[in-house]
DNA sequence: TCCAAACTTTGAATCGTTTCATTGTTACGA
DNA sequence: TCGTAACAATGAAACGATTCAAAGTTTGGA
């Protein structure tokens, strides 16, 4: 209705110069104790609050970064974003959250709505490869870090984790418990991060001559799709000793299908490791081993490279790789007296 | 770097005014082909877009939404955030969303970030009672809308399910598939949702003459905390033969410390029923009956109330209350040959 | 050929903030 | 009393899009 009160108003009421109350807003060493107090209190007194499109229009840019992600439901994302979010708030900027949900439509109109924004840079998990249009956004002066997908690092920077390590980590410490026929269960390898882990996986089997590593396809990343891969190991016989699944829902179908049968046991017959540390590994009916994915850190380096981005004219982008972290529980504990290492 | 481009520059480069490029953008039937064709390849050929900070100076309001969420890792808020945006993207929206986690400080900040946006209206699921900011909010024209809050019909409109008549379902639902000794299990009843769902599962029981309700408190809503109450009740013995829990967290608890003594059968023995339908609830072990909460809708019709606002001038709040929805599963098939209902 | 109506295009004014050159004020030593 | 340095306050210009009254152009009937 009544339209709010503007800097003007607020200079009228306290009877000085718009420049005055600017400089109260944005330097208030530059304006006398006395006139401080007037316009603070017209402020007060009219509700004033400062209209960020009239800032951001003279300033010819804006106090936003954008951040899009492909599923603010997966905890992998709300940990990003909430580490993005709290990294940005040090620079001063806001973050504008973006869920393009696996969908490049969606994605595109993200794209779209911050660049109306101006906002100061981008921070994308992108859908497929949006190369062009990435590269359309730099040449505007928008600069973009990738996050969780490796860059070409002479264009972009980028965030990501080494998940052929986290392979190698998941199958060294079964191995390292003593576990020798490994199993590993996960979706399509056509799924990048899929196909790094097993690869991790086969390394560190390659270390021992007598381990043997059998790859099970799973149909999709699902707790059902787990316990299906289970069901079929148990009505097969000629059981693994210790399964690494390529995410934590496959594996918890699989120890469901596998604890069901009241005959097999985690950790004593079979151990089980999965990956991404969700909230419910810890909860299941065995506490499940996993690997973490340090999804602050991407968060936070991701808006570091940024900042990074934004203050120098230099375009020197860096492609920083976490290394994910081993999470031991129940689940893998040793099998047999040896040494848990 | 290099200053992105205006209209002005569209303007001179296809040797035209401002306001036919103006005109092109926003009303193209105003303009001959001719002069479209000419300003749209000036517009591709300098890359221009839109300054959003300028349209929305221009136009006193944004053409964005504010929503205020309390965690956007539960999958009930991520269910209505992304309900909300598509609605908002009918009106010609786009939703900022903000996470407060809960937390007041971060709550407020966001409000003061939406409204230096001017966001057309604010959607919130406040973290405790704000409602004198809301009302300072309100004054200065800034619509809101209460979200799985019951509000002051005076003064706001709002959006919540009934947790009483949820709490009625489930325990209707044990009763109707021959239960008579039940237990509630849930957090502290301090928390609303909790005391709710609690007294709606009473006025059910108390249809049945033959029929008990025991209250078992829980400590917190988690997995967890569901399998020490679980694991009480095994200890103790005199167990119940149907189990309604506040949430499903907890109620995959109990099935984890009941299914693990193997002798207890879910539904044979006992009957479990959760609340929220999290997605992994058709995943348990014993796929598990639970209170689905309209989640898409609630988003929606936040949204839409929202709209009602914005376009009457006249202050008509409404309180939209919606009834959430029995979903069956296998944890609560009949017990003994009775009829399902 | 002329006129009026319909259709196009123009460009100054406006939104609210920040910036900054200019003007005004104060304090103090000479 | 004067000069000047330090400090405060001023207000016009600029940011980029939209609006709209006014001016310009086209069309077609008389």
Not at 19 to 37: A, F, H, I, W
Not at 63 to 88: C, K, M, Q, Y
Request: hydrophobic content about 40%; some cysteine; glycine content about 8%.
């Amino acid at each position: 209705m009544n339209r709010s009160a503007s800097i003007k108003d607020v200079a009228n009421h306290a009877s000085v110069a718009v420049g005055t109350v600017s400089n109260v807003l944005n330097y208030p060493d530059r304006v006398s104790q006395r006139t401080k107090e007037r316009v603070q209190r017209a402020i007060d007194e009219l509700g004033f609050v400062r209209n960020d499109a009239a800032r951001q229009l003279r300033a010819g840019h804006s106090r936003t970064i954008g951040l899009i992600v492909l599923d603010v439901g997966n905890p992998f994302f709300t940990s990003v974003v909430r580490a993005a979010e709290d990294a940005a708030a040090l620079l001063g900027s806001a973050v504008l959250l973006g869920d393009s949900g696996h969908n490049a439509g969606r994605e595109s109109n993200y794209i779209d709505l911050f660049q109306e924004q101006r906002v100061q840079g981008l921070l994308i998990s992108p859908v497929g490869d949006i190369t062009d249009r990435l590269d359309l956004l730099r040449e505007r002066g928008v600069p973009t870090v990738l996050v969780d997908r490796l860059a070409d690092q002479t264009k972009y920077s980028s965030v990501s984790v080494d998940d052929d390590a986290g392979g190698y980590l998941a199958a060294r410490h079964l191995l390292d418990t003593g576990r020798r026929r490994l199993a590993f269960v996960g979706g399509p390898t056509s799924i990048r991060q899929v196909a790094d882990r097993l690869q991790g996986a086969e390394r560190a089997v390659e270390e021992e001559p007598d381990a043997t590593l059998e790859v099970l396809d799973s149909d999709g990343q699902t707790v059902l799709a787990g316990r299906s891969v289970g069901n079929m190991l148990v009505k097969r016989g000629d059981l693994p000793d210790g399964i690494f699944c390529a995410n934590d829902l496959l594996a918890l179908g699989v120890m469901q299908s596998l604890t069901m049968t009241h005959t097999l046991r985690i950790p004593e017959d079979i151990a089980l490791i999965g990956y991404d540390d969700i909230d419910f590994a810890i909860s299941a009916v065995v506490p499940l081993s996993s690997i973490r994915q340090p999804t602050e850190a991407l968060g936070r380096t991701a808006i570091e490279l940024l900042a990074e981005e934004l203050e120098s004219d230099t375009p020197k982008h860096r492609a920083v790789i976490f290394t994910p972290e081993l999470v031991v529980r129940q689940s893998t504990a040793p099998a047999k007296g040896s040494s848990a290492g």
